[in-house]
């Protein structure tokens, strides 16, 4: 059984900095992308990071460039998002997701592309 556990979720004032972390079990974590996703209220999951199996391939999307980091530690079965510079626009519900085709030549940024989520983390920006 595959298993997401996400955390560090919690409430920053505007230009804070929050380190999320996804440990995976049940897969062959070096094997696959991961990716994180965020909602707000009212919107859609949209895709603002991802890696691919090996760690040299990330996406960012626009918004977050140059202020969110996505990372892994393959030995530890982990996928961090290092998010700096919080901004209120960024409050959502935060999940992790693990792609679901082993070793993608690209970096896989559409919902459809994942197939196992964890349980979601509260992101609260303060202006």
């Known amino acids: 059984q595959v298993q997401l556990v996400e955390s560090g979720g919690g409430t920053v004032q505007a230009g804070g900095s929050l380190r999320l972390s996804c440990a995976v079990s049940?897969?062959?974590?070096?094997?696959?992308?991961m990716g994180w996703f965020r909602q707000a209220p009212g919107k859609e999951r949209e895709c603002v990071a991802a890696?691919?199996?090996?760690?040299?391939?990330?996406y960012y999307e626009d918004s977050v460039k140059g202020r969110f980091t996505i990372s892994r530690d393959n030995a530890k079965d982990t996928v961090y998002l290092e998010m700096n510079n919080l901004k209120p626009e960024d409050t959502a519900v935060y999940f992790c997701a693990v792609d679901r085709l082993a070793g993608r030549a690209v970096v896989p940024i559409y919902r459809n592309d994942y197939n196992y989520w964890g349980q979601g983390t509260q992101v609260t920006v303060s202006s």
């Open positions: 049940g897969r062959a974590f070096a094997d696959y992308a």
């Open positions: 890696i691919n199996w090996s760690g040299s391939k990330t």
